[in-house]
Every structure is written in structure tokens, then in C-alpha cells.
């Protein structure tokens, strides 16, 4: 039987640093990044792909809101503008890999499923708004949107009198559809899921699904879902080949391995980016600690050199 | 084996008449829908769902349009905006879908597949553009984006000095990963499908899929769909129960039967609605002419009481 592999795109992997996110570039950089990926098909891995929606997403709330000031549109909630993310990524990612394929002459069928992720409405998450999404607005406005909708608002750290949404971010706790991204999957068909993190959902006291305002850490996602379709490998992909103790300061280190017992330390010590690499370390622990045989974190390029990044590891 | 039924929701099933479209009407009009459909769930059949996605679309193109004049957010091209919808549209039938079911007592897995359709680069329609699609402009404007972005417009038809954008609308002739769509049916999944026509796409010279900026007939699709899947029944639901011969005048009469040579007879009348009732009658047709059992177009509500609106016939 084939090996299984997740592979989490991060956001990097479709637009880069400060580029507006056209969809030529977009086009481009998954296009770079498949070619990386390639191989791995090669050596007869099965593939599921997840992947991040930071700038894409945030265009859509950007454009919910210009649309409702301009043209009087009925804004849509969070929930569906993740699910439009996925849809439109899907299909694009989908479109480009299939013509890396072709290039290599491998034939394979890609399927895009969307993917709602259950969370629990008693999440911690919910008392605690972490999440920045959307465009930063005046006091009156930010008011008048929280009196409307609901909305809850931070400060902007970085401009005065500045106002910015906040969203929960709680732990995804189930994966809607995942035994059919299994069969697919162990098909031989390479699926793409999960994209955002999932469209997060939750279970009332009568059992009906319902929205939420809110995002889910895709690598937090992608990591369970691994998990639950008995993946064997789980790659981070990033923008940078290592994780690292003390990145960006004179005292940086490249960590090959990372055991749990180190990254607990590491936690401790608060070595790691929080609102990039911690999250991608503790997805990746999660992912060998319920029982996957292997997770790195690297980016793109490394991977397909077999260089392998930073491997964690149980022991 | 079970019997496969394709069900094509029309507009309506989502954003009726002049409603504005916020998310409550949507999911409210979805439910009343699918709480029509349960019944052939109950009596055994496989169900694919497709949908139209006019209003929705609409709105996104207008939002890409808002957002790019208030933040200079780069407008994604109608393809992406297609798969943007499907995404969005694709998550919340679902979770609505869901929910009746688990009311009705009826327990089924629904997945959404974003579905790309392949049609020909050499479809006359690429030299006659028909479908109006976003905002109103005035000259200056669409002439700047015509040079700009290679839009074509057309005057409208209602304002004076507005002119509205045209795409074209060419044939599907393929629906990409129909076997997996025609898999999972079979295998008693409910398999939402083809959102708005789906995604229109071509193979270059070199066999690289390509984007288009067109829009592809929702019924047509639906249509090729069925037959290429082994459908044995397709319905058409659209927001009157019957097709009529001189609709909306005093001469209405309502059809109970309609077979291929008496289509082809009002056709050539000009009994039926172009922009309605015409491509549904036309896809209703081609999915027996291609061995299809059963078509039928009607509402909802009438589906259930088994009153079956028209049946269209070979003979």
C-alpha cells in the first residue's frame, strides 16, 4: 500500500511577502511550488494537500465591506467567506497542479472538497478573541459595526485610533467528510482539503450544524485530519528551510530534530514565533504524538532536496 | 441498485424574487427547498444536487469591483469568482441539507466538489458574446476597462448610457472528475456538484488547462452531467410548475407532456422564455436524447406531491 502524506501549504506557497496577490502571481508561485512536490509522487505517495487563505480571505471581507458601502450588498458572515476561499483556491490550486502533472507526465485526478471542521461552542476560544481578520476601522465606525453585528473589536497595535475585528480561533475537534478525503485519497486521488483551516462549524443541543464567526489554525486542522485518516507523513511547508531557536537575533540555531521533550522546553522558553511557528510546531508534535510516523517543517524546495527540514520527533 | 437522480436547483431555490440575498434568506429558502427532496431520499434514490449561482456571482463581481476602487484589492477574474461561489454556495447547502436530514431522521454523508467543465475554445459562442454579467457603467468607464482588462460590453438595454459587461456562454462538452462525482453517488453520498454552470475551462494547444471569462449554462451542464454519470432521472426545478406555451399571456396553457418533436415545433414558435425556460427545456431534452430515463421540470413543492410538473419525452 502506498504511503499517505499531508501537505500544509502555508500562505507564502500561493502569495509571497508584499506582493498584491494578482491572480497571476497566485498562479505562479503554486505553480513553484508544485514542481517541489513532484517527486514525492513519483516515489508513489498517496497526497492530501490543505492550505492557508490569510491574504485571500482578508481581500474577500475587505471586498464583503466595500461592496456593502458602495453597492448596499448584504455583507455574507465569515463562515461563507472561508468557504468562498476554499472554493476559489481549490480551484486554482487544483487547475495549476494538474498542469505541473501533466508537465512530468504523471496522471493523476485532483479533487477539491469543501471541508467544514467542527469545533465545540465551550472552546476557551470563545471567551478570549485572538484573531485579527478584516480592515482596520475608525472608533465610530468599529462601534457601530459591534452595536450592528455584533462584532468585537482590539485596538491596532500599529496605527492610533485604529480599530481592527478580532475573530476566536478554537481547536478544531472533527473533520466533516474525512472518511471520503480517505477513500479518495488512498484511491490514488490527490485531494485538496481543509483549505483555511476549514469552515468552522459547531453542533447545537439539537444536533443541527451551525455557523460560526470564527477561524481555525490550519496547520491545527490540517494535523488532525492527518491523524484521522491514518496519514504517515505530515509536511509544514514554509518560508524558511528550518525551524529555528532564536530566529532572526545573533543567536540563531538550526534545529534538524526536535524530540517533545526539547520543544516543551523550547515553549517554555518561548524560542518560537507565536503567531507563526509555535502553532506549526505543536500541529507537527500532535501529528507523532497520535501515532504519525513522521513530520517535518520546511519549505518547498528543501523538501524536494531531501534535506527534510526540521523533523520532529517523540524521542 | 439504487436509482441516480440529478436535481438542478434553480436561482429561486436560494434568492427569491427581489429579496436582497443576506445569508438568513439563503439558508431559510434552501431548507424549504431540500425539505421537498427528502422523499426520494426516503424512497431509496442516489442524488446529485447542482445549483445556479446568478445573484451570488453577481454580488462577488460587484464586491471585486468595490473593493478594488475603495482598497485597491486586484479583482479576480470571473473564473476565480465562479469557484468563489461554488465554494460558498456548495458549503451552505450542505450544512442546510444536513440539517433537515438529521431532522427527517435520514442519515447521509453530502460532499461538495468544486467541478471545473471543459468546453472548446472554438464555441461560436467566444464570437458572440450573450451574457450580461456585474455592474452598470457608464461609457467612459467600461470603455477604461475594456482597454484595460479586454472586457466587452454592451448597452443596456434598460438604463440610458449604461453599459453592462458580456461573456460568453459556451457548451460544456466535458465535466471534469465525473467518475468521482459518479462514484461517490453510487455509493449513496449526496454529491453537490457544477455550482453555477461550474468553472469553464479549455485545454491549449499543449494540453494545459486553462481560465475563461465566461459563464457556462447551469442546466447544460447539469444535463451532460447526468447523462455522462448514468443518471437515470433528472429534475429541473425552477419557480413555476409546470412549462407553459404562451406563458405570462391569456393564452397560457400548461404542458403535461412534451416530446422531442413537439419541442422542436415551439421552438421554432418561439413559445418558450430564451433566457428561462428555453435552455431547461433544451437540457431537459438532451438528457433522454442521450438515454436518460426521465426528465422532468417543475417547483419543489410540486416534486414532492408527486404531481411531477412537465415530463419531457423522446416520443
Redesign the interface.
Known sequence: MSKLAVIALGGNAIIRGDE????QQQNKNSTDTFEHLTYLLKEGYNMVLTHGNGPQVG??L???D??E???D??Q??L???V??????M???L??ML??VL?CEGINK?I????T?VVVSKDDPAFSNYTKRVG?LYDKKRADALSANKGWVFKKSSKRKNAWRRVVPSPKPIAIM?E??IKK?ADSG?IVIAV?GGG?P?YYDDK???K?LEAVIDKDAASSLLGSNIGADEFYLLTDVPYVYKNFGTDKQEILEFLTKAEINKLIKEKAFGEGNMLPKVKSALRFVENGGAKSVITDASNLENKKYGTRITLL
Chains 1, 2 share one sequence.
Do not use: H
Open positions: 498584491r496577490g494578482t491572480i481581500n474577500i475587505l471586498r464583503n466595500a461592496g458601502e458602495i453597492y450588498i448584504p455574507m458572515p463562515d461563507i467567506c468557504a468562498d476561499s476554499q472554493g476559489g481549490g480551484y486554482m487544483e487547475k494538474k498542469n501533466k485526478e479533487v477539491t472538497i469543501i467544514q480592515k467528510n472518511d471520503i479518495l486521488i483549505g469552515v462549524v444536533g443541527m450544524l455557523a
